[in-house]
């Protein structure tokens, strides 16, 4: 790692507690009560000032000392604030002040970690240590290892030896105790306990805020409000009267209903359990930061992937599993993994349109069979164009079945139903035939290759049972990407300017034969990249997702008890005026600077928090060359025309354009080049 600012100075408490209290194996902070580590935080904040001689602390005062500036992004708020405030507070005070802020402390501290190459940071919310090198200004003397490593190594030789730790150290020992929270990371017995105890005795500063930190984590009613507000009900008229409802635009029936009822509003369907819903861009914010402290997604998901033989499948995990399943198959869908096979998808993508011819009108179910002719071969190293139909049509069946629960059980049960279930263990006997170390040899790797491998050494993380699912859900991406496929390409066929534009810019990219993955970028496609992101925001194919509540809490107001099952409606904000001017036009130009409206918690096409798309990256490029081909061969009308001016959806089990949408090829511009 390069040197850089944090390798060459001391870490303030701030960044050496959130070290602490980070937890490798999920991703995340240990078991610290949101409420606590929000005192935790702000206690080390005021500790690193006292030490800095900005402020003097004890067991009855804070006083400030010195009002110059730290330099310190985080510091010097809260140093400005306590020097503007006339009246003489005590640490208790300035940390009951300060806590409802520390989210924003710690966002800026993992940031700061970050970038400086401290930590990692994984896709869904998840950080790890970076291996770094630090300096003898850190630590007496060069070592190669982690920060993280050698901050907590400190604390064990405090912890576990004679020696005596210094002021810095007794500090976050005080403030990871005051949390309780040495139990989950070191075997503690009664006399490391009895060391601890004298440990935090050694310094005033770390007793007295320590002592702060308790008394506030100790006050109840500071955590949670006991004026919690009722959950609006919406009629079941408002929504028969939406016109949201009878055009399939779930985004835009949610952003009606959250702009009326507020971010927490309840729907009672008939003969049906009553609905939470979650919906705006603070729910959106909370959900991205908080949910994995309080959701969990293995309950609603359950009898879905049993209908596959499977229990602990990826949609399904939460926590430290959860974490390391992501991490492991992160590289299987990746941008990088389809980059170095952008040959062959280029070439499959060429093969299937060369079946099209001037005149002919395809239905739109077609976009998920293009995708399909690329996904198998990258994905699992064979051919299912044969099958894919049928799996397609079981995994809907069944998520309507299962998850949306708007159609009995039996119908999972029909003559049909069996017979395209069947599907499932024709295409794993294709993956399971052609995936022998023989056959394997020289060859790219795919994502069964992953899956296979990750079974192979871990077979309790992916057991035997789960590659049914694995493996068969690799398939069915081709309806979310194919769906999003269709949505683009519809956007475009209905806009013969933003067609042109986007022919442009895929005319330059293919003038010389298919580009390299690094030329597909934002200087070059500029226009297409907005394009998609539009169309993800306007047509977005999951949007809403749901969790079961494993511990309660309160947002904004509203109290939602555990064991509650919750709806988050997380592209509501796509259709929010406040969010979104003019929502229902579509405008390439907002994610362009100085709108840049896509910036923050309301746009959310790929989900929030540990459940994000694992494969958005993938999805984005595949999605853009895929638009760019067609617009360099092809001009597609759509048909029937008057969809061109409002297009209907098909909202369940994921949005995707009214079956009845069709395109028609109107033009051959240039012909394919021959596959090879």
């Known amino acids: ?48 000032l006292s030490l ?38 005590d640490t208790v005070y300035w940390i009951e002040r300060f806590a409802g802020r520390s989210e924003s402390i710690v966002d800026r501290t993992l940031d700061r970690l970050v970038e400086v190459g401290i930590l990692e940071h994984h896709d869904g919310d998840f950080w790890t240590l970076a291996a770094a090198t630090w300096h003898e200004e850190l630590s007496g003397g060069a070592q190669e290892g982690t920060v993280g490593q050698f901050v907590k190594t400190r604390v064990l030789k405090a912890l576990f030896t004679d020696e005596i730790p210094g002021p810095r150290d007794i500090v976050v020992i005080c403030l990871i105790d005051t949390c309780d929270v040495f ?22 500063i770390g007793r007295s805020i320590a002592a702060a930190v308790e008394h506030n984590i100790a006050s109840p009613l500071l955590r949670r409000s006991t004026l919690n507000k009722p959950i609006p009900a919406v009629p079941l008229r408002r929504l028969a009267l939406s016109p949201h409802v009878r055009s399939g635009n779930l985004a835009a029936l949610f952003a009606d209903l959250t702009v009326e009822y507020g971010p927490v509003f309840r729907i009672r369907p008939p ?5 939470t819903f979650l919906a705006g861009p603070g729910a ?6 908080h949910g994995r402290m309080h959701l969990k997604a293995g309950g609603y998901f359950a009898d879905f992937e049993k209908l596959y033989g499977a229990h602990g499948v990826l949609p399904s995990l939460d926590g430290a599993d959860h974490f390391r399943l992501r991490k492991a198959m992160g590289p299987a869908y990746s941008r990088a993994r389809l980059a170095g096979r952008l ?8 093969e299937y349109m060369a079946g099209w011819t001037v005149g002919e009108t395809f239905p739109v179910r077609a976009c998920r069979r293009m995708v399909n002719a690329q996904l198998s071969p990258l994905f699992l190293s064979v051919e299912s164009q044969d099958i894919i139909d049928d799996l397609m049509d079981f995994k809907e069946r069944a998520l309507t079945t299962h998850i949306v629960n708007a159609l009995p059980r039996f119908m999972l049960n029909t003559p049909g139903m069996r017979r395209r279930a069947r599907a499932v263990d024709t295409l794993l006997e ?34 035997e049972s789960n590659l049914r699912f694995a493996l068969s859900a690799a398939l069915v991406a081709s309806v979310y990407l194919g769906d999003a496929l269709s949505f683009a ?60 509540v494993m511990n309660s809490f309160v947002l904004e107001g509203h109290e939602i008890p555990v064991g509650s099952r919750v709806y988050i409606a997380q592209t509501a904000p796509h259709y929010m005026e406040d969010i979104f001017p003019d929502p229902f036009s579509f405008d390439i130009d907002r994610y362009a600077p100085p709108r840049d409206e896509h910036h923050g918690p309301g746009y959310a096409p790929y989900g929030l928090g540990t459940h994000r798309c694992l494969g958005s990256r993938w999805l984005d490029l595949q999605l853009a060359v895929n638009v760019l081909m067609i617009a360099h061969h092809f001009t597609l009308e759509v048909m029937p025309a008057r969809y061109a001016d409002a297009l209907p959806f098909s909202p369940l089990p994921s949005m995707k354009p009214t079956g009845k949408l069709k395109f028609r090829v109107a033009e051959k511009r240039r012909d394919l080049p021959a596959s090879h």
Request: negative net charge.
């Open 1 to 48: 790692m390069p040197d850089s600012a944090a390798t060459t100075q001391k870490l303030s408490l701030v960044e050496e507690l959130i070290l602490m209290l980070l937890n490798e194996q999920t991703g995340y902070f240990h078991q610290v009560p949101g409420w606590d580590l929000n005192c935790a935080v702000v206690g080390a904040a005021l500790a690193e």
């Open 52 to 89: 800095l001689r900005r402020v003097d602390t004890d067991l009855e005062s804070l006083i400030l000392v010195d009002a110059a500036e730290t330099g310190d992004a985080v510091l010097d708020p809260i140093l400005e604030e306590i020097a503007g405030d006339p009246v003489q507070r």
């Open 183 to 204: 139990r989950f990371m070191f075997d503690i017995d009664d006399e490391t306990q009895e060391r601890i105890d004298l440990i935090c005795r050694m310094d005033t």
């Open 271 to 275: 003969f049906a359990k009553p609905m």
């Open 284 to 289: 959106n914010e909370w959900v991205h930061r």
């Open 343 to 350: 040959d062959d998808m280029c070439r499959l993508a060429r």
């Open 430 to 463: 294709r993956v399971q035939a052609v995936h022998t170390p023989a056959q394997r040899a020289g060859c790219p790797r795919t994502l069964a290759d992953d899956w296979l491998s990750l079974h192979a050494s871990d077979p309790q993380l992916v057991p």
């Open 489 to 548: 390409v519809y956007a475009m066929a209905a806009r013969p300017e933003l067609y042109e534009r986007i022919r442009a810019e895929a005319d330059a990219l293919f003038a010389n034969g298919d580009p390299d993955a690094e030329d597909f970028n934002q200087d070059s496609m500029g226009v297409t990249h907005r394009f998609l992101m539009e169309c993800l925001r306007m047509y977005p194919i999951v949007p809403m997702s749901m969790r079961d």
